[in-house]
């Protein structure tokens, strides 16, 4: 099946500091990708929807100068979040939707997820 | 925007018995239901997924139903296993554009 890599799986990194979070998808292309939290035992909140050559669409209440996203490629989107304090300590997750010639197949694959922890 | 609403939040049922779980949304233009199972430290996985031209839909034990006019949409997980023990999660979504998700609900199967 289609393969979805993100890196780091884990981070942990001081206050003030800058993380980028890497998705990847291995086998397929994917226009579009899909960035989301998640809280210990709560559910997957999207924050922001990634596609490739343009603008990412962010959800409310998500401050897209943070968390910035590029997705320059059918392949790789990036997550950034800058100037990282401890309230953004979580576990982010993408997703990759499979491109296909008859249109989007509605399919999303997830990535492993990177716990990010700012001290 | 979408509202997923998803009950129960945990579900305890015996090795061999069935186990139900229930969501309900708000944005009519949903037209895409994927129920996701996640392990403990694991990514979602994608188990079974629904459109909204078709009500019902079976894949072996699991089953999905959905109601548009009742805007709510139902796993059925039948002859349940210990393995089927995790978290599971529906999510509404228009066309793959974006994808919201349920509260999901913690599942254990009791040998």
């Known amino acids: 099946g289609a393969v979805v890599s993100q890196h780091p799986s884990r981070v942990i990194c001081k206050s003030g500091t800058s993380v980028k979070i890497e998705c990847r998808s291995l086998?397929?292309?994917?226009?579009?990708m899909f960035w989301y939290r998640q809280f210990p035992k709560k559910s997957l909140m999207l924050m922001a929807t990634s596609n490739e050559g343009s603008k990412a669409t962010y959800e409310q209440g998500v401050e897209k100068d943070k968390f910035l996203i590029n997705h320059a490629s059918l392949t790789l989107s990036t997550l950034t979040v800058t100037s990282a304090h401890p309230e953004d300590s979580s576990f982010y997750i993408c997703?990759?939707?499979?491109?296909?010639?008859?249109?989007?197949?509605?399919?999303?694959?997830f990535g492993a997820g990177t716990r990010l922890s700012v001290l | 925007g979408e509202n997923v609403e998803q009950h129960p939040s945990t579900l305890s049922v015996q090795e061999g018995d069935s186990a139900v779980i229930k969501c309900t949304y708000s944005?009519?233009?949903?037209?895409?239901f994927p129920w996701y199972k996640q392990e403990l430290g694991k990514r979602p996985q994608l188990i079974i997924d629904?459109?909204?031209?078709?009500g019902e839909k079976k894949d072996q034990r699991i089953a999905v139903t959905l109601n548009k006019t009742a805007k709510h949409f139902s796993l059925h997980i039948t002859e349940t296993q210990p393995e089927d023990s995790a978290v599971y999660f529906c999510a509404a979504s228009n066309n793959g554009n974006q994808f919201y998700f349920g509260t999901g609900t913690s599942l254990t199967v009791i040998p």
């Open positions: 997703s990759a939707r499979e491109d296909t010639l008859a249109g989007a197949k509605n399919i999303q694959y």
């Open positions: 629904i459109r909204s031209n078709v």
């Open positions: 086998d397929f292309q994917a226009t579009t």
């Open positions: 944005d009519s233009a949903s037209n895409y």
